[in-house]
Nanobody, 117 residues
């Protein structure tokens, strides 16, 4: 497992942008698939995006074309660039890590994103 710490959340108006960061501990970060998830009030946690160890990316339909996930293995950090934000993007955003196709077994504490209309 790795220790994950998210940052970069905040309050933004609809149409604005935010970049979330997730810093990981350990020397094996590059071998992990990293994911971003979110949970809105009263809703279940949902998948947002993931990036594999070889930087293949995959997005939920709801964010495709607006969000971009990337990673910097030299900095042990994964990013989520969020553009054209909508009020329905309001949620706590979590990053998570997994090995290969295993379940995500490391989670950060979350960072709040609030999009006002």
């Amino acid at each position: 497992q790795v220790q994950l710490v998210e940052s970069g959340g905040g309050l933004v108006q609809a149409g604005g942008s935010l970049r979330l960061s997730c810093s990981a501990s350990g020397r094996t970060f590059s071998s992990y698939t990293m994911g971003w998830f979110r949970q809105a009030p009263g809703k279940e946690r949902e998948f947002v995006a993931r990036i594999s160890s070889n930087s293949d990316t995959y997005y939920a339909d709801s964010v495709k074309g607006r969000f971009t996930i990337s990673r910097d293995n030299a900095k042990n950090t994964v990013y989520l660039q969020m553009n054209n934000l909508k009020p329905e993007d309001t949620a706590i955003y979590y990053c998570a890590a997994r090995r290969g196709r295993n379940s995500y077994d490391s989670w950060g504490q979350g960072t709040q994103v609030t999009v006002s209309s």
